[in-house]
């Protein structure tokens, strides 16, 4: 399938062809690269500490041992997601005032927006949960496509863009293990095909009557498999007034996962505590603690600041609440859950320097959800 762009289009439309040309080729079969392939937006609101407490559809992603929780039938049938940078809004406004068959006049929408992370992410998870056997059984399909953009030199700006456009089958199993009182074991399985494009583009080449042949061409595709494997320990007395402590802990992408000419995926252990407490009858109220990448082996850098998260959740029957910090920034979500429909909010922000704290890439998502 090829995409053309004509000269009559917005110029929003040619801006985006920038980062997502790539993955329309794909996206009816669908930065860098995360461990955690799909970061769900109930984590992601509760600062992404989420391998201790897994006990829904994410759990497939962070910790496969809390598929175990699964105790009757589910399923997602459509759950299209939608995630967006503070500045990118702007930079779509203004796109489209621009004639993007005109040098100057790229260059001069790219200068205003020097030096701020643009941001932009689609994804969809179809899927199907049961309980088989006394486990708790996943299955689905991960489409997803995530773009960033960093517009460097405000002189003669040149626009790094790194994108990765997936489609991965997922399947996981999750068992209380019934010999040993409050343990809980996990593992699931990924087939990740992936398109990648990490190249930079100046003005010239943006405007030219050629780019979308030039984006084709840097195209990367490649893919490959892994497992993830996982564990939780449930200790309801461990801590007075609390009903619940779980441990957790978490190997994803086992092997890495090299993807070929794409961009690979590399393997990463996390742990994790959560506490529950039972409020009333109908509330209650979950804290969770995580550190990412315990062997060094995932994330960049050796800050041990940008590896912690921390976050909390009050749940309710129609709505929930959540807070937390996720590379040392706040984060916050929460969901109208109307049973066979649901919408999920998180904002949270993204370290874009090499410490945390230096600079903040501040992001919004959004997920609507039919099922049962």
Known sequence: MKIYIQSGFSGSTRFLCVAFLAALFFFGTPAESKAILYEGIRPLGMGNAFTAVADDENAVFYNPAGLSYISSF????????????????????????????????????????????????????????????????????????????????????????????????????????????????????????????????????????????????????????????????????????????????????????????????????????????????WCSVVGAFDIHDITYSAIDGSQLSRRIHMGAELRMPVVSFRTGVNDGYLSAGGTLDLKVFKLDLATYAIEQGAYAGQKDDRRYVAQIFFGW
């Open 74 to 281: 589910s399923i997602g049938v459509l759950n299209p997601r939608i995630g967006i940078a503070t500045d990118s809004l702007d930079l779509i406004d203004d796109a489209g005032d621009t004639d993007f068959d005109v040098t100057a006049e790229v260059a001069n929408l790219l200068r205003e927006y020097t030096g701020k992370p643009q941001h932009v992410s689609l994804g969809l998870f179809p899927h199907m949960g049961l309980n088989l056997f006394e486990s708790g059984v996943l299955f689905g399909v991960l489409s997803q496509v995530s773009a960033d953009i960093e517009i460097r030199n405000p002189t003669w700006p040149e626009s790094y863009v790194h994108l990765n456009a997936d489609v991965a089958p997922v399947v996981g199993a999750g068992l209380r293990i019934p010999t040993v009182d409050g343990l809980r074991i996990g593992a699931a399985m990924k087939y990740l095909y992936r398109n990648s494009l990490n190249e930079m583009y100046t003005p010239a080449q943006i405007a030219a009557d050629d780019f979308e042949d030039i984006i084709e061409d840097d195209l990367h595709t490649g893919s490959g498999f892994s497992i993830d494997i996982g564990a939780i320990y449930e200790m309801p007395e461990l801590i007075p007034f609390v009903d619940n402590t779980r441990f957790g802990l978490a190997a994803l992408n086992v092997p890495d996962m090299s993807m070929g000419s794409a961009t690979k995926v590399k393997h990463q252990v996390n742990a994790g505590m959560a506490v529950e407490k039972t409020l009333l009858p």
